[in-house]
């Protein structure tokens, strides 16, 4: 779960790439810290429990991990291409709010 905390250094990255958003050296260094939190956390649960050859265990926990990134980069890519969506046309907010409701009820 700690993992998918990098989705708020996707949102960054992806933000900058297609909205043109610039980040600050504040916000640089705070996603530092937080690439850095999530690094330790893995770190650390990954030397505290393992199984006896550590083999399984290490392969598993890549692909946790890897599943995980991905996940959070497809939901970032996710929300930055809707935020792109509605800032990038001129239809008014309550017709895109009713656009939405309707969308939602139908699936």
């Known amino acids: 779960a700690v993992t ?4 708020v250094f996707w949102v ?14 504040n916000q640089w260094a705070a996603l530092a810290m937080l690439m850095a939190g999530v690094c330790a956390v893995q ?4 030397t505290g429990s393992a199984d006896k050859d550590g083999l399984g ?4 926990r890549a692909t946790g991990v ?3 990134l991905g996940a959070a980069l497809c939901s970032s890519l996710a929300a930055v ?4 969506l509605l800032k990038g046309s001129a239809v008014d907010m309550w ?3 009713l656009q939405l409701a309707v969308f ?4």
Do not use: H, P, V
């Not at 960054?12 to 050296?25: D, H």
């Not at 770190?43 to 990954?46: A, E, H, I, K, M």
């Open 4 to 7: 998918y905390q990098t989705k």
């Open 12 to 25: 960054a990255i992806c933000s900058a790439i297609f909205l043109g958003k610039r980040i600050t050296g």
């Open 43 to 46: 770190y650390q649960s990954s």
């Open 57 to 60: 265990s290490f392969s598993q």
């Open 66 to 68: 890897c599943m995980l």
């Open 81 to 84: 291409s809707f935020e792109k």
């Open 95 to 97: 017709t895109r709010n």
């Open 104 to 107: 939602s009820i139908l699936c």
